[in-house]
């Protein structure tokens, strides 16, 4: 049994929030009509990641509006539904009984749908964007990892700067995780670094790996698009360049266990 991706590589309007939702919710509809099993957006899609300023006005919680539009289309359209990321607002998702890692504030937020419009997963970013970013001062880190089963597949979620950390994705892998979705804000010059470490990842794990990245120009950076799916053996599946566009593909859970008893080398891992 195959599952059919479709990453959605949206071009992300600064702050335009609503028209942004509009675009992915059309983009979730086509990709859905073409039969898409699975369909993934970028990090921060609705308000842009470099908006830094408009992440408390547009912050809400898990159980907000927003959210809400995105659950809707999943259960619309009968998909898995990687809705890119949000700003969080934790106090609201924990007035709404949702378990969050602290009492207030913000985190960078990634929520998996699975055809009925139900919450399977939650990843919060772990790792926050220090250099010439805002994040490590406005956002909370996560601490939790989760998986959920699509298709023959366990499924894990990071985000975007989370790929220069190898050992996020061990512990994945620890968990049963076969393909690691990645959505991103990853912005110019760094095109080689995008690519290596998305590859490597996958690569070291045995493990499929995709990544939706935006594209976009805000006033500190320009995003580079490039989204692309990488086979257990680095192989790249699918890719795009840095124009808005979906990228498709049907990858195999037989695929990994071919290439993990071909080259078995997470057996031969020390402890």
């Known amino acids: 049994m195959t599952v059919s991706l479709a990453l959605c590589q949206l071009a992300v309007e600064p702050e335009d929030v609503a028209g942004n939702l ?3 919710i059309q983009r979730i509809e086509t990709a859905a009509t073409n039969g898409a099993d699975v369909v993934a957006l970028p990090e921060l899609f609705d308000v842009g990641y470099f908006a830094f300023d408009a992440y408390p006005r547009v912050a809400q919680g898990l159980e907000g509006p927003r959210l809400g539009e995105l659950a809707d289309a999943a259960a619309d359209h009968d998909i898995w539904l990687l809705a890119g990321s949000v700003v969080e607002d934790l106090s609201a998702s924990a007035d709404a009984g949702v378990k969050v890692p602290a009492a207030d504030g913000y985190a960078n937020t990634t929520v998996l749908f699975d055809p009925s419009g139900t919450r399977r997963l ?3 970013k772990h790792h926050l964007f220090g250099y010439e970013s805002a994040e490590t001062r406005l956002l909370t880190p996560g601490e939790r990892l989760d998986t959920a089963d699509i298709g023959g597949f366990t499924v894990g979620v990071t985000t975007c700067y989370d790929l220069r950390f190898p050992e996020l994705y061990r ?6 995780a076969t393909l690691v979705l990645v959505p991103s804000a990853w912005p110019y010059p760094r095109v080689e670094h995008w690519k ?3 590859r490597a990842r996958a690569v070291e794990n045995l493990s499929y790996v995709a990544t939706i990245n935006g594209t976009g120009e805000f006033d500190e950076a320009t995003l580079l698009g490039r989204s692309a799916v990488y086979d257990p053996w680095g192989t790249t599946v699918a890719a795009a360049g840095d124009e808005p566009t979906t990228v498709t593909a049907d990858i195999d859970p037989r695929r990994v266990s071919e290439v993990r008893e071909e080259f078995p080398a997470l057996r031969d891992r020390r402890q």
Do not use: F, I, K, Q
């Open 196 to 198: 290596t470490l998305s």
């Open 171 to 176: 512990e994945l892998v620890d968990l049963g």
């Open 22 to 24: 509009e675009r992915a």
């Open 122 to 124: 939650v990843y919060r």
